[in-house]
């Protein structure tokens, strides 16, 4: 089982859907590549959607993580959307739901882009 | 792998895909021990991360150097042993991936993450080896 991901554009925000494990290995190195890609590309506004993550282990979370920083240091936002339970329990163990920006709709995350760039 | 009724021991390469052969154990366990889907992926990542410990910290991710497996249902307790060819770990210098200061850190929330899944955890070092041994407490019922 492995991780699919696909990007769309919306108002200025670049819209990840991914579906899949997001686990050590390859999927986590693709995760990490696809992030830096659209950072190198100017994209620097991602929204994350992870309703189709069935399982996400502590280098997934880690990868999670290494892009917020990323995306961070070049001056842009990594959010989240439509986190499955597992998911968000996960996060919040870690405590992590205290960093991360998570939505559960589409159209209010994108706007919350919106209002940070204009303020 | 051999296996009874209620136990089940495999010994696995070290290397990632025996990860998820482990993970795949565990979930079979669980199912068989009657746990809740809910519980069942709690084991299933405290099996996924000491399996990760396993091949890469443990045996180094040689492949040649096996991780050795023991899943048993008993007095109403699931226990989980696994077993790498590594000299170990100090647990008292992991430090808190729950602290402010290491929050954005990518590493460091495996032994967290199992520890919090599970009943029971404790490492152990059979002659030379690292073991660590998961328990997951069953319903009467």
């Known amino acids: ?119 | 792998m051999t296996a009874d009724a209620n136990a089940i021991e495999a010994t696995l390469d070290s290397t990632l895909e025996n990860v998820e052969v482990a993970d795949e154990i565990a979930l079979r366990m669980c199912a068989l021990a009657g746990l809740e889907e809910e519980d069942q992926h709690k084991v299933e990542m405290a099996v996924h991360e000491s399996m990760i410990n396993a091949v890469r910290h443990g045996n180094k991710s040689d492949a040649s150097k096996k991780v050795w497996l023991r899943f048993e249902i008993r007095d109403r307790r699931l226990e989980i042993h696994i077993r790498d060819e590594g000299t170990g770990f100090d647990e008292t210098q992991i430090p808190d991936p729950l602290a402010p200061e290491n929050l954005l850190k990518v590493s460091g929330r495996g032994i967290f993450l199992i520890r919090t899944f599970m009943d029971e955890f404790r490492i152990e070092h059979p002659n030379g080896s690292t073991e660590v041994i998961l328990i997951k407490r069953l319903n009467p019922n």
């Open chain 1, 1 to 119: 089982m492995s991780m699919k991901a696909t990007a769309r554009e919306v108002d200025g925000v670049t819209v990840i859907d991914i579906s899949g494990r997001i686990t050590l290995g390859e999927t986590c190195q693709e995760l990490r590549q696809l992030i830096r890609d659209y950072l190198a590309k100017g994209h620097k506004n991602l929204l994350l959607n992870l309703a189709d993550v069935t399982y996400i282990d502590s280098s997934g979370i880690g990868e999670l993580v290494s892009g917020f920083t990323a995306v961070n240091n070049q001056g842009g936002q990594m959010k989240l959307l439509n986190l499955t339970k597992k998911v968000h329990d996960l996060l919040q163990i870690t405590k992590l739901l205290t960093v991360f920006d998570v939505h559960t709709d589409e159209a209010t995350a994108i706007a919350s882009f919106s209002k940070k760039a204009t303020a």
